[in-house]
């Protein structure tokens, strides 16, 4: 039986109770403010991110994990015996796994099976913890990896966006898309389509509107849910996530989180933004 070692990045904004109890190694990202760097989740808190914006005007730029850091962590679990499957934020929204690919050619390891999610926060987790799923009932990483990537498209993502604000000074709307939401109070929903983002359905007014679309949809879809998983992944939205789950509690799914999103996550989506995140049989 193989020993296989499951890797992601901070971007699957897994709690850190899911990412002990099933032994996912996580990897951060950067978060720059100016000349100031930051590892995602493990030097700098949301919290602290959101304060650091409020104090000095502008938001920070993300990064991608380095080639080099991903060589010396492959290598650590290469020397230990293990093969290794990661997968983390999909290559469309970041370069990272464009560095573990370079890292697995310095390492010329056949024994390096790298995924690509075509998702993003909690999307990402989703799929990581069905790894290791199938990582527990014995499965070897041949039949884990076809088994991942036959599910990538059957992955929901989709968040309600609570400010505008973030998507306009992270470049992803325009100044006048920005102002007319704002004026507007439209809390549009964001999807992961074919591994980028797409605006969906836009509620008005209160965010509310915007979580009752987000409800609506996955009650339509409820009883087509792979039956393992299901999230809700927000940033700082606490009243939004009871409002959620009081909504849902009829939808039978072995197992419902509630995490956080990290710091890259909440950089381009704004505090207050909340996500539904399933996958499809």
Do not use: W
Request: aromatic share 8%; charged share 25%.
């Amino acid at each position: 039986m193989d020993k296989i070692k499951i890797i992601s990045d901070s971007t699957c904004d897994l709690t850190a109770e899911l990412i002990k109890k099933n032994d996912i190694e996580i990897i951060p990202l950067y978060v720059n403010f100016g000349e100031e760097s930051y590892l995602d989740g493990e030097t700098l808190t949301v919290n602290e991110m959101y304060d650091k914006i409020t104090n000095c005007g502008y938001l920070p730029k993300t990064a991608a994990i380095a080639p080099g850091t991903f060589t010396t962590r492959f290598k650590y679990y290469l020397d230990q015996g293990y093969k290794i499957l990661y997968m983390g934020i999909g290559s469309k929204f970041s370069a990272t796994l464009q560095s573990a690919n370079l890292a697995k050619k310095i390492l010329q390891s056949d024994d390096i099976h790298l995924v690509d999610s075509k998702n993003l926060s909690s999307g990402t987790g989703l799929l990581v913890l069905k790894a290791c799923k199938f990582r527990d009932q014995g499965d070897d990483i041949v039949t884990i990896e076809q088994k991942i990537i036959d599910l990538v498209p059957k992955v929901r993502t989709q968040f309600v966006i609570n400010t505008m604000e973030y998507l306009y000074k992270g470049g992803r709307c325009n100044s006048v898309v920005a102002f007319v939401g704002t004026i507007l109070k439209i809390k549009p929903i964001i999807k992961v389509v074919n591994g980028e983002m797409a605006v969906g359905k836009k509620g008005h007014g209160k965010i509310t509107s915007g979580l009752d679309i987000l409800i609506d949809e996955v009650q339509r879809v409820k009883d087509q849910l792979d039956d393992d998983y299901l999230m809700v992944t927000h940033s700082l939205a606490s009243d939004s996530v009871k409002y959620i789950n009081d909504k849902i509690d009829n939808i039978a799914v072995k197992n419902k989180y509630v995490t956080s999103a990290g710091c890259v996550i909440s950089s381009h989506c704004g505090q207050g933004c909340i996500g539904i995140l399933y996958i499809m049989k």
